[in-house]
């Protein structure tokens, strides 16, 4: 088949080359010309494991090229960011935009697939009433639905292939020909059901996260006012066969958990009461860090705070909705000086010992694996005060204070 994807992102691109290494003549569409340039070089300007090789051989072979523009092609996949606005809203223009701009180019018996985590009724309410404009009766000559991704930075590739994943059509058939298209390279298996079942469980998915970590973070400041530390108490409770109690932190980031929630509430704002207040807990955590932070370099003259950390989980570049970007901007309306370092971060990958260097306090962010090959007496003897803040419970306690380390945990008496 020829399929043309709308948007080189972070799903976008590794979608369009998993299809293009199944044979099929894939067209992958962006604006950023820089996306579109490199990728018919066969290059990539993300970071995601295997994708650089995979992305290459591909367009090497020829199955996968880039386009400003779209054209015209057997199955299109609309996968373009979905953002928040500051009134906590979806920002759905880059959605309506490439619904506008395929209409042009879709011909009868085309499948029309929304990717992108949309708010419940997308599908029916946005996508279908703009490609209508096509003339194809929709439903019977042209196939429309949701079919979203499950699928973590740095694990993309592996679980777009094993992960399960939901068919959701505005009828039957339209269901049925998505599962038949994914099939061609997803193992797990696929689910059919409607456009707006299929658009909740995404949302539900994540929003189920994030209502976990926000109990977990709201037990943090319950254990520190009462004296216990909490990943202890965490680690015991989950001893239960029933229980799983997710982990606390500095707040909670990337595209999906942060983000989604949010179109629940947008929908249904009387009835998403505990969604809502779980958002508001996870979204306050940087806040709460920021005062501990104040409160640790309270006294030095000219505080200076270095961050270990900016991206918004372990191991990736990905820095959408970082709360520890949060952080930082709450620290720049105080008189503390802030420095980020971070291996993975574009801008923020400067020498951590440097970074350290005439500090006041050293504050783990992001629970990078490089960072356990940190020598935590050099930092310590870089420093001018040397406490740490670790939010990740990442360092152990006894080791950090034989290197010279003042130690504080976040969820810790």
């Known amino acids: 088949m020829k399929i043309c994807v709308i948007g080189l992102g972070y799903i976008g691109l590794p979608t369009a080359a998993m299809f293009a290494s199944k044979g099929h003549n894939v067209i992958g569409v962006d604006k950023n010309e820089q ?14 494991d295997h994708l650089a090789e995979f992305v290459k051989t591909a367009v090497t072979e020829g199955h996968l090229h880039g386009s400003l523009v779209p054209q015209e092609a057997d199955a299109f996949i609309i996968a373009v960011p979905t953002p928040i606005t500051d009134e906590k809203k979806a920002d759905m223009h880059f959605v309506k935009a490439a619904a506008e701009e395929i209409t042009p180019y879709l011909r009868k018996g085309n499948l029309v697939i929304l990717e992108s985590t949309s708010p419940i009724g997308t599908v029916d309410d946005l ?22 991704e499950r699928v973590i930075p740095g694990k993309i590739l592996y ?16 269901a049925q020909r998505i599962a038949d298209l994914y099939r061609t390279f997803v193992e797990g298996e696929i689910y059919l059901t409607n456009a707006r079942t299929a658009e909740l469980c995404k949302l539900a998915e994540n929003t189920f996260r994030d209502i976990n970590i926000a109990y977990a973070n709201e037990l943090a400041l319950i254990c520190e006012k009462s004296g216990i530390n909490v990943w202890e108490a965490i680690s015991l409770c989950n001893n239960h066969p029933r229980v799983n109690i997710h982990q606390p932190g500095p707040g909670v980031g990337g595209h ?3 983000v989604d929630p949010w179109f629940i509430v947008e929908k249904q704002p009387d009835t998403a009461k505990l969604i809502h207040q779980a958002r508001l807990i996870n979204d306050n955590m940087p806040t709460i860090v920021a005062q501990k932070i104040i409160n640790l370099t309270q006294g030095q003259d000219k ?7 900016v991206t918004y989980k372990p191991n990736v570049d990905d820095m959408r909705e970082s709360p520890i970007l949060t952080l930082i901007s709450h620290l720049k309306t105080t008189n503390i000086q802030v420095i980020a370092q971070d291996p993975f971060a574009k801008g923020y990958q400067g020498d951590p010992y440097q970074a350290a260097a005439g500090s006041d306090l050293l504050v783990l962010g992001v629970d990078h694996n490089i960072y356990r090959d940190l020598d935590l007496k050099r930092l310590a003897q870089a420093m001018r005060t040397a406490k740490l803040l670790d939010t990740r419970n990442f360092f152990d306690r006894q080791t950090t204070a034989a290197a010279g380390f003042e130690y504080h945990l976040l969820g810790d008496k």
């Open 127 to 148: 996508i279908c009433p703009i490609i209508a404009g096509s003339g194809l009766e929709i439903g019977s000559e042209l196939f429309v639905g949701h079919s979203p």
């Open 159 to 174: 679980e777009l292939v094993h992960n399960s994943r939901i068919a959701g059509g505005i009828n039957q058939e339209s």
């Open 303 to 309: 505080p200076q705070v270095t961050i270990l950390g």
């Open 35 to 48: 996306i579109v340039s490199a990728l018919n070089q066969g290059e990539i300007i993300i970071e995601e």
């Open 256 to 258: 999906c958990i942060a």
